[in-house]
């Protein structure tokens, strides 16, 4: 069965890099596409970017100067730091697994929550 | 790129059937099948209930179902029960690898 852990400080300042690790059990992340998905306090679901199995990453537009997604192969985790971060980064954050680009994410992580404020 | 829209919310009945809309651009779901739909309860992660537009993944009951029609893509839950009051969202492929999902329904049982 395979399972995402999401772990991380739960508060970051302002301006500061929030840093995030996705522990993966059940499954190599060598294999399918690793995304990060967060949702701010009663809004919707936002997506961040994704890992390829081969170690490529694409990003969301709009976060792409901020956003960097990469791996630690032999602990199968793989992490998201987000820079430059203000209140409205305060969110609960998702890691999730996907067969492909395409968004289908079948496997989530529960969610850690990340509150931005100094 | 803007978020999907979909309704603030819906409601029905007990045994009822709902439809829950979602609508995007030619950019994403009027080009690409490659919708998802998820459900997700207060404080839980989503849930995965459909995806290329009509398929559900093994475990999910068959009254949900899903179809696409131009920009829009729509999910239906259909002999509505208690259990499926949650807040739904979709979600499109975009091109460009690239991943866009909707603003959210919540779904109440009367």
């Known amino acids: 069965q395979v399972q995402l852990q999401e772990s991380g400080p739960g508060l970051v300042k302002p301006s500061e890099t929030l840093s995030l690790t996705c522990t993966v059990s059940?499954?190599?992340?060598?294999?399918?596409?690793w995304n990060w998905i967060r949702q701010s306090p009663g809004k919707g679901l936002e997506w961040l970017g994704y890992?390829?199995?081969?170690?490529?990453?694409n990003y969301n537009p709009s976060l792409k100067s901020r956003v960097i997604i990469s791996r630690d192969t032999p602990e199968n985790q793989f992490s998201l730091k987000l820079s430059s971060v203000t209140a409205a980064d305060t969110a609960v954050y998702y890691c999730?697994?996907?067969?492909?680009?395409?968004?289908?994410?079948?496997?989530w992580g529960q969610g850690t929550t990340v509150t931005v404020s100094s | 790129q803007s978020a999907l829209t979909q309704p603030r919310s819906v409601s029905g009945s007990p045994g009822q059937s709902v439809t829950i809309s979602c609508t995007g651009t030619?950019?994403?779901?009027?080009?690409?099948?490659?919708v998802s739909w998820y459900q997700q309860y207060p404080g839980k992660a989503p849930k995965l209930m459909i995806h290329?537009?009509?398929k559900r993944p093994s475990g999910v009951p068959d009254r949900f179902s899903g179809s696409k029609s131009g920009n829009t893509a729509s999910l239906t839950i259909s002999g509505l029960q208690a259990e499926d009051e949650a807040d739904y969202y979709c979600?499109?492929?975009?091109?460009?690898?690239?991943?866009?999902f909707g603003g959210g329904t919540k779904l109440t049982v009367l």
């Open positions: 890992m390829y199995y081969t170690g490529n990453t």
């Open positions: 030619n950019s994403d779901v009027g080009t690409y099948n490659y």
């Open positions: 059940g499954a190599s992340i060598t294999s399918y596409y």
């Open positions: 999730a697994r996907a067969p492909s680009i395409f968004g289908v994410m079948e496997v």
């Open positions: 979600c499109s492929y975009a091109g460009n690898y690239y991943v866009l």
């Open positions: 290329d537009a009509s």
